[in-house]
């Protein structure tokens, strides 16, 4: 099956044009893949710490996006998601994904958020599976949204 993913500037964690989203952008720092995001309280779960579901999802990105970024059309699989400790919400997290493995069309990627003070936060395993077809940009049909400058 041939499939386009096409990037209409809507996802949640990158798109410009997503009023509510986290408006991340991404970097390669060696052979990582990383974004940063610092969490706001909006992004809570109890008090003062960051909710595992928005930390997962934002892991799930890193990886997604490393494998984008090299234009494989890939869509995740599988993850699983080890917590070693919370986060904190105001301080910046280090988001940093890299390809271990590489079997025909499965690409297995290992994800890390790290704390301010070197401690990994948590940990994220993913499988992808690449797609027949193709990566394309939408061009925006509406002007894009401010980005939050905290995020």
């Known amino acids: 099956m041939t499939v386009s993913l096409t990037d209409d ?18 970097a ?7 974004t940063y995001f610092t969490p706001q309280p909006e ?7 960051t909710h595992g579901g928005l930390v997962s999802t ?3 990105e890193v990886m997604g996006r490393n ?6 059309p890939a869509v995740t699989a599988r993850m699983e998601v080890r917590f070693r400790h919370s986060v904190p919400l105001g301080d910046p997290v280090r988001f940093a994904a890299r390809i271990v493995r590489e079997r025909g069309k499965v690409i297995d ?14 940990e994220a395993t993913g499988r992808f599976l690449v797609q027949e ?12 949204a401010s980005a939050n400058s905290s995020k």
């Open 9 to 26: 500037g809507m996802c949640f964690v990158c798109g410009k044009n997503n009023p509510i989203g986290l408006k991340l952008s991404f």
């Open 28 to 34: 390669w720092e060696g052979d990582d893949y990383v």
């Open 43 to 49: 992004h809570q779960s109890y008090a003062g710490i």
């Open 58 to 60: 934002v892991l799930d």
């Open 67 to 72: 494998m984008s970024s090299r234009g494989l």
């Open 109 to 122: 990627v290992e994800a890390t958020a790290t704390l301010t003070d070197g401690r990994v936060a948590a």
């Open 133 to 144: 077809g193709s990566l394309r940009e939408e061009t925006p049909t509406q002007p894009t």
